[in-house]
């Protein structure tokens, strides 16, 4: 491995992803190459159904390719099974999802703490209250995710992504369930505490301008890289 | 770590009662078959300790020979206790009066169960003593007091001896219910029996050898004797005795046993359906723990410790509430019952623990399994995972549970097919009419916006789900359904046994020219009484030509006749009739041919006897009567309910015998208190008459007839109880599945009425058409129990036709609009919220 492939901390070649359907098999994603540096920040953008959450399942090891090969910091995700897979993730990555996924019995702490007990970090609570102020949530520690608001809950979200420290983030449409206030605070702080932990942060969103915010741009049209730009962010980072 | 992780998520899930409706189930299952299998244990032990009494002991050895020393002895050391019977008829003599008195010679220990009823003297009161008379006395019954013209204090002479007459005696637990020769029985003391010289050899004598002990004192005993017993010896116990209450409690205990399985299978499907429901309510947090990196180790463990925790939880609950509903119910019963239950053995408590975990084990195996797969992609791909129709795996996974719970509880394997496979064909009925129903509702094209057509579109879009609930539903129907109704048949089949108005005094040896002044005594003082029956006694002496001593050994005969038929002479009662008796039934050939009018003489014979006497219909058996020899050609066999408490006969001869032997008369009346002072007027006037008094028999066959009803009645009651929760639950599992539905209904602007009345109509439909169908195939289910298992003439129900749809459509609509209700109180946003 050279040493710019050391560098990158996702390395993509040759990605692709079919599927079969009652039709026959269903090409989603075609020979998708580009590789992401550590600590940089990349967007994930194309309409509905252009194959960008596929993309970041393979990319998080959510699920397998067809075909081609996903390093994520040195590992070749194809030659991992299933376990080895979830423990890279519990090592190395966070997610912020669209929907929350906030487990429901658990209180905004408990959610939060939860990456770091299934690691069996010991100091997992200490870690979480101090995101959790982070994210000014601090005052709301005991409350279930049923008594939070949409932005709340995503803002617990974002805490439990980053409990552990991750070297990559993985945020799929972020504020799509949130209104334009809630949503920006949401983007503002997810990409604070991007900058604060240094970490390698990929973005799938179909918001152009959430997109810039980011250092480059992967657009993805029916399956395919259509090209990579650079975002506002690329002369600050 | 995982193990701290693993009871936070309990305690929450627990909390939040995303575990209340499997622990619920498990529950359910173990309280269930707790409560019924002790409250049954507890029921049968005391009902056998009490129907023990009517054989005066637990088991019992009869032969016509004299049995070994040996026999005893071992009973002593298996820690049994005995006594010794002897039956022999002799005469008695006293004032010149000379009669064939049926004497019975007891040890001490008579009798093991029960108690001997006496009276000081004719005129006192009865009571109950625990052993009979002494050496050197006798107890007579009240018959041989007037025949005899003696009193108490009086000697007798029995056999060689003379024997002061110290008691009147009443009535001897076992009794026979009727005997033509009840009236004239002595009761003496073993130890007399030499005195007597009635007891030679030859003589015709009956041994007994009564025992008592727990029942593995006497399996342990009998397993011992069983291999040198003689083709002369018949062990008994109360079951192999034909007598109502035999056949009674046989029934009572299948009834018994039904509900329990019944119990067990309810409980089951909450169980199958509560597990897969709260398993797939853990898909979304198990994607999400994947995600996050836990292992599938540490899944597999946390979700292991939960169901381990809930089972445990469950069953100490099950057991818990088992204990005190089982306790509440035999206090009540025993109250009512003016005794004590003996306590339940252990049996209860491990078979109850042991169901709820098999329970727990086998119906969340799958489920958890397919949780354990659940992929990561989940959080992305929000329906990856989710299966609308349950697994063929598990269905058979939770069939093969059921059917092995069924058989290891009952441990009857046609019984527990029947109920199996009647269960089958209700889930692939309703599975099919279901498919047909939806189908048929798709095209019926109601109109938008109406509350029908929102039901019938729900309904439609959730087919495969609502085909698993309308299974569901109509199973929990079907089994409280089928139980209502067989409660009722047995119990007025019972009731149908021992009439209120039956007959409690048989009046026998009336003389030809007594009949017409009794008759006119009866109407008189306004008594109701049957028919009068010409009676006389004769023996078979041979079949078709052949004596009948060389075709079947004499002994043989007697041991069968003894066996088998408790309440009969072993000279078998003969009468004449024009038509069949009611209660009994032609099981071969046709009754009398020209209402027997014609030359031949015919006769219809017991079929019990075809079989000893190896009888066809068309022999011809030659009676001994008064040594006359009488031809009488069999054109028929009948089935004869010994139970009835009615006067029966072994052999039914045409009418065309009258005046061919001299005869006696017969009948039976019904007695009430008030008639005392006439009947000992009656007995004055016609001395040779003979009164047998069954009234104590009818009391007691009425009281356990009584006690078993409201066994049945209280065991019932649970089963419905938990047949209405698993109703409960499967509303609110539905419920919550149906809560996303009503919120987008709610959000995009429905009226609460709209949709209330929605569901309202669906649950409707659902009930009706479940009740429907569990109606009838608990018909038909019932029509084959009833006639394999429980030897009630099968019919149909119609009225249940009518209760199942109905109740089924009230009951689950109700319970589906009031928890519909409760969802509409809260406001959308907070729908929202909840559903996450």
Known sequence: MSVLSQLNVIQVSGLTQRVNTLEGSLTILSDINFSVKSGESVAIVGASGSGKSTLLSLLAGLDVASQGEVHLDGDALS???????????????????????????????????????????HDAKAQAVELLDKVGLSHRLAHYPSQLSGGEQQRVAIARAFIGSPKILFADEPSANLDSKNGHLIETLLFDLNKQNGTTLVLVTHDEQLAKKCQRIIHIEGGQLEKISEGAAANVG | MWVKLAFKLF???????????????????????????????????????????????????????????????????????TAQM?????????????????????????????KITIKDNLASKAYEVETGPKAGSVWLSEGLFYTLKVNVGDTVE???????????????????FFSLSGNKRVLLNYADIETTQAVQPGSRVFHRLLFAGNEQELSDYYAWLKPQLKSNQNWQGLKDRQSPLGNNLDRAERFLLLAGLFGIMLAAVAMAVSAKRYCERQYDPVAMMKTLGGSRK??????????????????????????????????YLATFMGTELPQAGVRPWLLSAFIGLVCALMFSLKPLLDLFDIPPLRVLRRNLGDTLAISRI?????????????????????????????????????????????????????????????????????ANANAIQLISFALAIKLMLFLVVLKNDIISDWQMQVPADAPNMFIINIAKEEVEPIKQFFNKHNIAHEAFYPVFSGRVDAVNGEEFARRVSKQEGEEKDESAREGVSREPNLTWLTSLPEGNEITEGEWFTDGGTGDDIEVSVFDGWQETLGLKIGDTITLLVNEQPIDAKVTSFRKVDWGSLKPNFVMI???NMAGKVPVTYFSAAKLHDRDTKGISQLLQRYPTISMIDIKAQIEQAQSIIAQVSLAIGFVLSIVLVSGALVLISQVQASLAERMQE???????????????????????????????????????ALLVIQQQLFDISGRLHPYIWLLGPVSGALFVSSIGYFMVANTMRQNTQGLLRKLG
Do not use: C
């Open chain 2, 86 to 114: 002897l039956y022999f008829d002799s005469m008695l003599f006293a004032n010149d009066e000379l009669v064939l008195g049926s004497v019975k010679a007891t040890t001490a220990a008579y009798p093991l169960r029960g």
């Open chain 1, 79 to 121: 030659t991992l099974d299933e376990e080895a897979r979830a423990q890279l993730r519990a090592e190395k990555i966070g997610f912020v999802f669209q929907s929350f996924m906030l487990v429901q019995s658990l209180t905004a702490l408990e959610n939060v703490m939860l990456p770091a007990e299934l690691a069996g970090d």
């Open chain 2, 158 to 176: 029995l056999g060689a001896g003379n024997f002061n007459v110290t008691k009147v005696l009443v009535k001897e637990p076992d009794a026979p």
């Open chain 2, 653 to 655: 001869l045409s009418p």
């Open chain 2, 298 to 331: 540490v899944i597999r463990n946390i979700f292991l410790l939960h169901l381990s925790l809930v089972t445990t939880f469950s069953i100490v609950a099950g057991l818990a509430v088992g204990f005190i509903l089982q306790t509440i119910g035999a206090d």
């Open chain 2, 742 to 780: 009503v919120v987008i209904l709610r959000t995009l602007g429905a009226k609460g009425r709209l949709i209330k009345l929605a569901t309202l109509y669906e649950f409707m439909l659902l009930g009706g058409i479940a009740g429907l169908v569990a109606a009838i195939v608990s018909d038909v």
């Open chain 2, 394 to 462: 598990h269905i058979g996974l939770s069939m093969l549970t059921i059917f092995v719970l069924m058989w290891l509880f009952s441990g009857e394997i046609v019984t527990t097919l029947i109920l199996f496979a009647s269960t089958l064909v209700v889930i692939a009925v309703l599975f099919a009419l279901s498919r047909l129903l939806f189908a048929a509702g798709r095209k019926l094209g109601l109109r938008p916006g109406s509350s029908w057509s929102l039901a019938i579109a729900t309904l439609q879009k959730r």
């Open chain 2, 11 to 81: 305690s929450r899930e627990f909390r939040r009662g995303e575990l209340t409706i499997i622990f619920a189930a498990i529950a359910l299952a173990v309280l269930t078959v707790f409560s019924l299998s002790a409250i049954t244990e507890r029921i049968s032990l005391n009902i056998a300790h009490k129907s023990s009494d009517f054989i005066a002991s637990d088991r019992r050895l009869s032969s016509n020979h004299a049995f070994e020393p040996q026999l005893l002895k071992q009973a002593s050391q298996f820690g049994l206790a």
